[in-house]
């Protein structure tokens, strides 16, 4: 009988699994999630409390959600793949939020996400995504300043990136494929995503801040890279079902 401590126990050996055994502890994984995830839905359904997913946790699990990764790194954590149909009925969930995440899917990957999540969410629910802005990132070519300066010193040592003249080009590149990048959004391409996944009323936020209480203070990435990188690279937008 699957428990969460021995899931998670047989999680913590992936990396050193390969072939069926990998896919074999995957399967037993998925089954356990599902099963979760929906006895949690069911709970909270029954009790009328909102229910508030968090789609790649990482370090940064919150308290009062259900908190999903598809690498879970501690045992609150369900095992969740944005790449795939969720779980999930439709329409039982009230906000959902994800940090630093999307970056990690191909544009086509993030569309088919992003519509997964509009399924799930309530009509009126809430999706906060934070992600990296290209359009900052590409700043790093064009402009110049003191922020821009303290960014690429920042970057080449965070990263341990070869000191160069032309910092730039080598700070630029290593963000685009470092991390398991795959898809960097602007805000019109992040905009036009998610209107054409059927949302609405889109507005930017700052780090931190909602209209919303619950979705306020959720963001961790500043404390991994610092609240001056994290404000420079970073964007953040709302949507409503």
């Known amino acids: 009988m699957m428990d969460e401590k021995s899931i998670y126990a047989d999680f913590q050996r992936y990396q050193d699994l390969s072939g069926d055994d990998r896919e074999a502890l995957l399967v037993r994984w998925r089954a356990w999630s599902s099963q979760q995830l929906q006895e949690t839905l069911d709970r909270l359904g029954r009790n009328r409390h909102s229910v508030n997913l968090q789609i790649g946790t990482g370090r940064n699990p919150l308290v009062g959600w259900i908190n999903s990764d598809v690498a879970p790194q501690n045992p609150t954590s ?18 959902i939020f994800s940090e630093h995440m999307l970056e990690h899917l191909t544009l086509e990957e993030g569309k ?31 402009d110049s300043g003191e922020g821009i300066d303290q960014y690429l010193d920042w970057a080449i040592m965070w990263n341990r990136l070869p000191s160069h003249e032309n910092r730039r080009c080598i ?37 931190g801040e909602s209209t919303h209480p619950t979705l306020c203070n959720l963001e961790s990435h500043q404390l991994h890279i610092g609240n001056l990188q994290n404000e420079f690279e970073t964007m953040i937008l709302e949507a409503e079902k």
């Not at 088919?112 to 700043?139: D, K, Y």
């Not at 630029?172 to 009323?201: C, E, Q």
């Open 78 to 95: 369900v095992f969740l793949d944005a790449k795939q149909p969720m779980p999930i009925s439709s329409a039982t969930v009230d906000s």
């Open 171 to 207: 700070v630029i590149n290593n963000f685009m494929r470092a991390w398991g990048h795959k898809f960097i959004y602007d805000k019109p391409t992040l905009l036009f995503v998610l209107g054409t996944s059927g949302f609405r009323n889109i507005v930017e936020c700052s780090v």
């Open 112 to 142: 088919g996400f992003l519509a997964e999540c509009r399924r799930v969410l309530r009509p009126g629910g809430i999706i906060r995504v934070s992600t990296p802005n290209l359009s900052q990132i590409v700043s790093l070519w064009f």
